[in-house]
């Protein structure tokens, strides 16, 4: 006995349709009469066809049915299709490499604008628009590592940072860096909330806790007024 296992049958070329459609498109390539190959092909889209009838009837699924007749012939079916065959060309056109811009950031935290800036302001002859502009990114440059380290930065690291990314060609002097006024604002940490409402938890059940026991020292002089009634 003949056993037929997948790995010995043909590649499917479209899965989704089966192995019976995929035996019905490779009988067709073995029909030597162009007409009857044509006729057998259009029987062979309305059995295609029949695995979606809600959309078997537009002009877009027949042509969709025609291009997977042909694909699933490994594009060797030579028929009258009523619209153009596709070559496997179209199919395997590799998509245009896209450029994607690489660059280093040697100082994440304040990103890489920062260092844009401070190597255009090298090229700058005035003064005066130079400080001021220094001025300011000395500032987010201290916002953004109060952001990224949790902690005020040293005015010693922010002026070495500053000289390192403008190329030796500005020098911020650290008594002016001293009398910068912030003007950014901490965010309200999440972290706070959560301490406080752990300390009201731990408070609720403090006080859950001595409840019974005031109730217990309430109730022993009631005991004691029954024992004493009692008595008499």
Known sequence: MKKNYNYTRNKLWLPEYGRHIQEMVDSLLEIEDRQERTRQAKAVIA?????????????????????????????????????????????????????????????????????????????????????????????????????????????EVIIKDIRKMSGDAIAIDEVALNNLRSDYKQHFSARPQNNRQNNNRKQTQKNGKNQPQRAQHNARPAKNAIKHNSAK
């Open 47 to 155: 059995v295609m066809g029949n695995l979606n009838p809600l959309l078997r009837d537009t002009a877009d699924f027949t042509h969709k049915l025609w291009d997977h007749l042909i694909i699933m012939s490994d594009f060797k079916l030579d028929v009258d299709s009523p619209y153009p065959l596709p070559s496997r060309q179209d199919l395997t056109v590799r998509p245009r490499h896209m450029e994607y811009p690489q660059s280093f950031i040697a100082y994440k935290h304040y990103g890489k604008y920062v260092g844009r800036m401070l190597r255009s302001l090298a090229d700058n002859h005035e003064p005066e628009a130079v400080s001021r502009a220094v001025d300011n990114i000395a500032r987010y440059m201290r916002a953004k590592s109060y952001e990224f380290n949790q902690e005020h930065p040293n005015n």
